[in-house]
């Protein structure tokens, strides 16, 4: 991590001090009545300002730097005293006659610090920063933050390469954007992240014949007629830059190394949604827990993606939405899918395996993740004995919700269903009678006993309960709900 030189390096240091002592972080802001999220829009500016508690010198900095605001020099220099010069010799603020404006945004984001551009009013520059976003949220909220060393593929504003500096001790950050090195720098000493290194270029060509441990990528992925915004679109044909960086994450990741990368891919209709993903992962040496959040017409994505100018430039809307349509209709895209794609790499034979979202997760989902990769681990071995032979426990936080149904005059006990507190939205549903089987899985009985003790004390039929029971565990252990506990262990 590097800068022009020692001063204005010395002058971020002391700004993060002051940040910290200010308390701007989430929770600080969030106790002036402003909730920062993953970002301030334009249009709540007002609002926030109204609702912004005159506690300094924190509404001084929120006002400057998440709201972006100017700021009367006087007051500035009163707030912040002698530190007011170390935001001006960081490139933080620019001195304007009688007034301090900011010259980009921070976003508190996970105890972070995440410089990046402003959203304007207007249209986006072909190089502009965004900050924390839904997708970065959505990729590291995957990821297990552990290990020696640690890529962040196409880093922006830095967010998921400090991110994953708090648990890995080397983390690289590319970028092929000069501007999003320059914030990828300011987060990471901003946060307090002096394990980032910052390089210039495309895709891993800065890595070159590297390998990590993790490696993450939330690449310009988005499908159709664009190529200006560098952070957004891709400027391969079709779905070809989201393939690339699956398969160059691969061939970039250390023996038991784990990749986690956001894509689109061109979906076929008439075909299962993993058909599409099938081609890139084959011959990886990795196996791919594939993860759809949703498949969309040519319509509806084309909308989501232009819901910005939609809102800005409802004169150019139509041209452009047309423009899209054109694009997809020339290339013979009926669908595109969305989701993520998590590897690992081993030796041996390889599995590729696809779960469909219902919504977004809720929390951190990196341990579920890492149980479903050990539990299709477990189910690998042939046949159900193996199944049956071994004790599992729920180990994460889970509700079982079940409701009665009046039908006919009476109450119908309805099937219950399984679904965890935080993590991917996944569920299992459970028939009442096999809730005896799942009040049982605390990893002290083996599930063959489990079975045998229902089936006595229930009267029902071993064998039956036997055959629906080893399908619940398969489905909890597929899912990540379930963990095997070996006997003795």
């Known amino acids: 991590m590097t800068f022009v030189d020692e001063a204005s390096a010395q002058a971020v240091d002391e700004v993060r001090a002051v940040l910290r002592s200010a ?58 005293g002698p530190a007011a010069a170390a935001f001006a010799a960081a490139g933080l603020v620019v001195a304007r006659p009688g007034s301090v404006e900011p010259a980009m945004r921070l976003t508190p984001w996970r ?25 970065g949220e959505t990729l590291i ?6 290990g020696r060393s640690a890529l962040d593929l196409g880093t922006g504003s830095g967010l998921l390469a400090a991110a994953l500096s708090l648990g890995v001790d080397r ?9 999003a090195l320059h ?69 970039h ?74 694009h997809f209709r020339s290339e013979r895209i009926e669908a595109i899918a969305s989701g993520a794609i998590v590897l690992r790499k081993r030796p041996g034979p390889s599995w590729t395996h696809g779960l469909e979202l219902a919504a977004p997760g809720r929390g951190d989902a990196s341990a579920q993740v890492r149980r479903i ?25 889970h509700r079982l919700n079940q409701a009665l149904v009046a039908r006919d005059g009476e109450y119908v006990v309805e099937p219950a269903v399984l679904v965890p507190d935080e993590g991917l939205a996944l569920s299992v549903r459970v028939e009442p009678d096999l809730l005896p089987v799942i009040l049982r899985l605390d990893g002290t009985q083996r599930l063959d006993e489990i079975v045998q003790e229902v089936a006595d004390g229930t009267g029902a039929d071993r064998a039956t309960i036997q055959s629906r ?21």
């Open 253 to 326: 990741l250390a023996d038991g190394g784990w990749g986690y990368a956001l894509v689109n891919w061109i979906h076929d209709p008439g075909q299962p949604w993993l058909a599409g993903l099938e081609p890139w992962l084959e011959g990886l040496g990795c196996d791919a827990l594939c993860l759809l959040q949703g498949i969309e017409d040519p319509l509806a994505y084309a909308v989501r993606w232009n819901a910005r100018e939609q809102q800005l430039r409802p004169d150019r809307y139509p041209v452009t939405l047309e423009r899209w349509l054109e």
């Open 111 to 135: 105890d972070l610090i995440v410089a990046h551009d402003p959203d304007p009013a207007a249209d986006l520059w072909a190089e502009h920063v965004s900050g924390p976003t839904p997708a």
């Open 183 to 251: 914030f990828a720098r300011l987060t990471a000493r901003l946060s307090n992240a002096s394990n980032v290194e910052v390089r210039e270029g495309s895709l891993f060509e800065p890595v070159d014949h590297e390998r990590f441990d993790v490696i993450v990528s939330n690449p310009p992925f988005v499908i159709g007629p664009d190529s200006e915004l560098v952070f957004r679109h891709n400027r391969l044909p079709r779905d070809e830059m989201a393939r690339d960086v699956v398969r160059g994450a691969a061939e």
């Open 469 to 489: 029971a080893t399908a619940l565990v398969r489905d909890l252990l597929e899912l990540g709900f379930a963990e095997r506990v070996r006997p003795g262990a």
């Open 171 to 179: 983390v690289t950050a590319t970028d092929v954007n000069a501007a």
């Open 373 to 397: 990769f050990a539990g299709l681990d477990a189910l690998d071995e042939h046949g159900d004995q193996p199944v049956l032979r071994d004790a599992y426990r729920l180990p994460a936080a």
């Open 141 to 146: 909220q995957l990821v297990t933050l552990t």
């Open 23 to 80: 308390d701007y972080s989430s929770s600080g802001i969030a106790g002036l009545g402003v909730e920062p999220g993953l970002g301030v829009r334009a249009p709540d500016v007002p609002i926030l300002l109204q609702a912004l508690r005159p506690a300094e010198p924190l509404a001084t900095l929120v006002r400057l730097f998440l709201l972006g605001q100017p700021v009367a020099e006087r007051e500035f220099m009163r707030q912040l």
